[in-house]
């Protein structure tokens, strides 16, 4: 297989929506640091609520705007109190009678799941994450771990369609086949529906859940978030795992449970119950994937008609707009800058 120019790149990352941190980690009026897929932003909550995510540099000398101070609905440079509102337009130079017209560089945000997310581009092209099957009603939200990965998210994300590796690491006594749709430019689904009639031992035991068949589905976004989905007969669970590429070609990453809400108390303590257990047999389910992480270094030599899937998405990765992680400016291979500037080498040569 040919390597792939952004799949499991350290360098680059699809345009696109990433988690920031939890809704209730940024209280009113509170300015915090965060460093985002490289780039350093500030974080603030107004008195409307609202999130305002900008670069991190006041547009004055360069002062980390974190040491300001939230006013209202806009940010205060700490060093010579110049100050900005929530679209980044500077409103106020305290020793100048007008402001200048200067802005602020401020970033689409939206919150979720519990969760504050960034778009890593000038204008959002697509919603936040969603799984496309299921109707938006609102979820019941359990934040599950908090975790880093010593590979690059790509792999991390690769591990919940590698169909073989379910009959060896995780002993699944059956054969999982997907479907697959590429729901949008940035949104793939893989879809499974496993029959669990039959005589194994593991059958019998999920029969107890679920009577007929289990679906197990996967939503890839940006292959940086996934939702996976466990359909039983007579409710679904939803995991999303929502990875950031960080420092090295590594991962940070956050696991967010969900289950569609329930209305009486019976039902909010079922759905308490099951999240619970879901957490706890989800940490026992990946031990075996946590150690392959630890040591693996990715290289797809020798791909067979078992991973297939995995085929299919980094054909996916690799049709998206990649940014560079740092910068996020637009990342170009070196071929099509050779191709648009073929004489540059002899101009960097020419010196009179
Ligand atoms: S550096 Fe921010 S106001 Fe001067
Ligand atoms: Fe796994």
Same mark, same amino acid.
């Given at each position: 297989m040919r390597k792939p120019k952004?799949?499991?790149?350290?360098?680059r990352f699809i345009e696109g929506w990433y988690w920031v941190m939890p809704s209730q980690n940024l209280r009113i009026g509170e300015v915090k640091p965060v460093t985002i897929l490289g780039k350093n932003l500030v974080i603030y909550r107004g008195q409307n609520k609202q999130v305002v995510i900008c670069?991190?540099?006041?547009?004055?000398?360069?002062?980390?705007?974190?040491e300001g101070k939230v006013e209202g609905n806009e940010l205060r440079c700490f060093f010579h109190n110049w100050k900005f509102d929530s679209q980044g337009i500077?409103?106020?130079?305290?020793?100048?009678y007008e402001p200048l017209p200067l802005k602020l560089k401020t970033w689409p945000t939206e919150e979720k799941y519990g969760m504050i997310w960034i778009w890593t581009?000038?204008?959002? =092209?697509? #919603?936040?994450?969603?799984?496309?099957?299921?109707?938006q009603d609102e979820f019941d939200v359990t934040f599950g771990f908090h975790f880093f990965k010593n590979c690059h998210p790509n792999i991390v994300m690769i591990n919940a369609i590698d169909a073989q590796h379910f009959n060896?690491?995780? =002993?699944? #006594?059956f054969e999982i086949i997907f479907d697959t749709e590429e729901y949008s430019p940035n949104t793939i689904i893989f879809r499974n529906t496993t029959d669990v009639?039959?005589?194994y031992s593991f059958k019998k035991l999920i029969r107890r859940i679920s009577k007929r068949s289990i679906t197990y589905n996967i939503c890839y976004w940006y292959a940086s978030t996934s939702i996976v989905t466990l359909g039983f007969d007579f409710f679904s669970l939803h995991i999303m795992f929502a990875l950031r590429l960080i420092e090295g070609g590594k991962t940070e990453g956050r696991t967010i449970l969900m289950m569609k809400k329930r209305k009486r108390i019976l039902g909010k303590l079922f759905n308490q119950f099951v999240l619970w257990m879901l957490k706890l047999f989800g940490q026992n389910f990946v031990k075996g994937d946590n150690k392959i992480f630890k040591t693996m270094q990715f290289n797809f030599k020798t791909p067979i008609k078992a991973d297939q899937s995995i085929v299919q998405l980094i054909n996916h990765v690799e049709k998206q707009k990649p940014l560079t992680w740092g910068t996020w400016q637009l990342a170009r291979s070196r071929e099509v800058e050779a191709q648009e500037n073929p004489n540059k080498w002899r101009d960097d040569l020419i010196n009179d």
């Open positions: 952004t799949f499991n790149n350290s360098e670069d991190a540099y006041c547009p004055h000398m360069g002062a980390h705007l974190a500077c409103v106020e130079i305290p020793c100048l581009g000038e204008a959002t =092209q697509q #919603p936040l994450p969603f799984i496309p099957d299921v109707d060896t690491i995780h =002993q699944l #006594p009639r039959g005589d």
